[in-house]
């Protein structure tokens, strides 16, 4: 069952020679299905790091991280794998699309890692594409593709699975003041309509009105933003 993400007490240090990096900082936080959360904090602060930990990308040095109540430290190199294509579903700073694919595939390619596609697999895909004003772009390639469709397309793709959780690190950095408002509904509407957890790191102020609650990360430190900042 989807009960969302739980970090107790998360550190990660980066260990380089004998020089070390504190990324985390004893990291505690909980985000429950429907709950939209917003990550803010300066450059090198952690927030990528934070959400590689919690989208299971990356092992914490110390403390617990939660996936639906499944604690990630006992799981195999597989399971992990498994639980990322299952129930996470990521849209990166870039996104990190197949070259050799147009964008109705890029789509597909999700259910045939885990599985196989259904005509409604198809149909869900057309739709998702259509409501990120992609239908006019099917079947082209990355490559003949802007750098916010692009991401729009990523941001398609992160839905197609429906996963339990969202993570998105600064989703509308490519994009424009109008597509930047669109895309973070989008996400707001798929976390409140499908009862997803996400979390979104921006550097955007004017896209935290779509969230529910705001942290401040700060030296591997985060910290919740008191309301009246929101
Ligand atoms: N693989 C790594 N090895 C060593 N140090 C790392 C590694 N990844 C990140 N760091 C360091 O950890 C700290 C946090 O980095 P992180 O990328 O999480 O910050 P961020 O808040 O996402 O920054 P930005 O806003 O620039 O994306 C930084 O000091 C960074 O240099
Ligand atoms: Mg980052």
């Known amino acids: 069952m989807a009960t969302g993400l739980k970090l107790n007490n998360v550190s990660k240090v ?14 505690s936080l909980s985000v429950k299905p429907g709950e939209f959360v917003a990550v803010v904090g300066p450059s090198g602060s ?7 930990i919690a ?22 190199a597989k399971a992990l794998s498994n639980l990322r294509v299952q129930e996470i579903g990521f849209i990166l700073q870039t996104s990190n699309l197949i070259p050799y694919l147009n964008v109705f595939d890029q789509l597909l390619l999700v259910k045939k890692m885990s599985g196989s596609v259904s005509k409604s697999d198809k149909t869900y895909a057309n739709e ?9 772009r099917l079947k082209n390639f990355p490559d003949q593709l802007s750098g916010g469709e692009r991401q729009r397309t990523a ?12 993570l998105a690190d600064e989703p509308t950095a490519s994009l424009d003041t109008s597509r930047s408002h669109e895309v973070v509904q989008l996400i707001s509407k798929e976390v409140k309509s499908r ?15 779509y969230c529910d609650n705001v942290y401040r990360m700060e030296d591997g430190r985060l910290q919740k933003e008191s309301p009246t900042h929101v």
């Open 155 to 166: 941001i398609a793709r992160a839905f197609m699975n429906n996963p339990s959780m969202i």
């Open 14 to 27: 980066y260990q380089e020679g004998n020089h070390h990096v504190t990324a985390l900082d004893d990291v």
């Open 55 to 76: 989208g299971a990308l990356l092992q914490a040095t110390s403390g617990v991280v939660e996936i639906n109540g499944q604690d990630l430290s006992g799981l195999s």
């Open 128 to 136: 998702l594409l259509e409501s990120l004003g992609l239908d006019e």
């Open 195 to 209: 009862n997803k957890a996400a979390i979104m790191v921006t550097h955007d102020e004017r896209m935290l009105q």
């Open 46 to 52: 952690g927030k990528s790091t934070f959400l590689s």
